[in-house]
């Protein structure tokens, strides 16, 4: 992720995740990239795909990312970097 955030730009960005599963390793080892650039995430958490989703959960619940609202196991959060209203 951070070779097409550098290659594309992106100084920020609004991310819709749903890849069954693999959103664990997008939060576990991207974290750092999604902080830095990503406002508005929008994660469809499968719990029974991984066994890091709970890690998951836990590192962006640590994270300046603010869960604002959870529909049916999809999460959205807003990056306090971006969203200092919160």
Not at 10 to 38: A, T, Y
Not at 49 to 59: D, E, L, P, Q
């Amino acid at each position: 992720m951070a070779d097409i955030v550098h290659n594309y730009d992106l100084n920020k960005f609004v991310i819709i995740v749903d890849i069954e599963g693999g959103e664990s390793d997008l939060i576990n080892n991207e974290l750092d990239v999604l902080e830095k650039n990503c406002e508005i995430a929008i994660i469809e958490f499968h719990e029974g795909y991984s066994s890091g989703v709970k890690k998951a959960k836990k590192n962006i619940n640590n994270s300046t990312f603010e869960l604002i609202e959870c529909v049916e196991g999809i999460n959205v959060y807003f990056n306090k970097k971006y969203h200092s209203e919160i």
